[in-house]
């Protein structure tokens, strides 16, 4: 399949993005039990095979959904300003004000991402609490990582601050 002006792969590369549109729509909007591959096939405007042939499964699609919806997150959240917070406690007010208004603007990534994290598939449950608890880990230390030491107990690191947030934030 050649297009005039573009080639094979540009056709590809066009394809697997209208797929993953879609899929997100779907995904997002219906959950991965109740979300349909036809559906998202026809909505891409591609055939069911190649949705297939690109992701392999339903499952493998899903993942990917989720993996660029965190990613995109996060790209988005490293462009919020702290400069002008002063304490932790502004920046958590910051962060979740921001938080909300990403959930408002990106409603199917987010739903996603909730259920993905809340309630993932149980073929994919692995890979998502793995890939979690490593971004936990970096946001947790991207975010309190310049914490002011000053009310902190000389004897403790920063190192020492941010591993007892992370046991805190994993329960």
């Not at 304490?87 to 959930?103: C, H, P, R």
């Not at 991402?113 to 991207?142: C, F, T, W």
Request: with cysteine.
């Amino acid at each position: 399949m050649v297009t005039e002006g573009g080639g094979f792969m540009e056709t590809m590369d066009c394809a697997r993005e209208k797929i993953l549109e879609a899929a997100l729509h779907e995904f997002g909007s219906k959950g991965y039990v109740k979300a349909s591959t036809n559906q998202i096939h026809k909505d891409a405007g591609v055939s069911k095979g190649l949705v297939f042939k690109l992701f392999g499964s339903k499952e493998n699609l899903y993942y990917q959904i989720f993996v660029n919806a965190l990613n995109d997150m996060l790209e988005q959240s490293r462009e919020v300003d702290y400069t002008d917070c002063t304490d932790v406690f502004q920046k958590i007010v910051k962060v979740t004000a921001w938080k909300l208004e990403y959930a408002k603007e990106h409603e199917s990534a987010v739903n996603l991402m909730m259920e993905a994290i809340g309630r993932p598939p149980e073929g994919l449950k692995d890979k998502i609490v793995s890939h979690y608890a490593s971004l936990s880990k970096l946001s947790i230390n991207q975010f309190f990582g310049d914490i002011p030491m000053d009310n902190i107990k000389e004897c403790y690191t920063l190192e020492d601050v941010i591993r007892n947030i992370q046991i805190a934030v994993a329960g």
